[in-house]
């Protein structure tokens, strides 16, 4: 596939899947060796289910999330992605009591492609900054 055709494929991953919860895709867009990177969590991420669980954690703290794509460039066979996610803290995120609190938290994702299809991606969000926001980490 093209580099604009993957753009097309990451884009959706942020509208569909991310903002609008559409978990039903995971299974057409992910490969089954897939391999989520994120500096955040303890272990990688694994597979169309390990990523599965994964987006429901951040789903189910932020129900309403929306997440924006501010901007791609894609090479070869990677897309980055440069996003913001806006969402109200309402569920329980990795031990952390509801808030209710908005959070807006700026990220970029590098995602490699395989036939359209995510096959590894790395992360790297605010993770402190969400923190702060759901009031687990004093501000400074």
Do not use: C
Request: no cysteine; net charge negative; proline share 6%.
């Amino acid at each position: 596939m093209s580099t604009e055709e993957n753009k097309d494929v990451a884009r959706r991953w942020a509208e569909e899947v991310w903002s609008k919860g559409n978990l039903s895709l995971i299974d057409e867009l992910v490969t089954p060796d897939y391999v989520e990177h994120d500096p955040a969590t303890p272990e990688e991420v694994r597979g169309p289910e390990g990523i599965r669980h994964y987006i429901e954690a951040f789903r189910n703290a932020l129900p309403d999330m929306q997440l924006t794509v501010e901007d791609q460039v894609a090479e070869g066979e990677k897309v980055v992605t440069r996003w913001t996610a806006r969402g109200t803290h309402r569920g329980e995120f990795m031990g952390i009591a509801p808030s209710g609190n908005r959070l807006e938290i700026a990220g970029m994702s590098i995602d490699r492609f395989s036939g359209g299809r995510f096959v590894e991606s790395w992360e790297n969000y605010d993770a402190l900054g969400m923190m702060q926001q759901m009031g687990a980490v004093p501000k400074p």
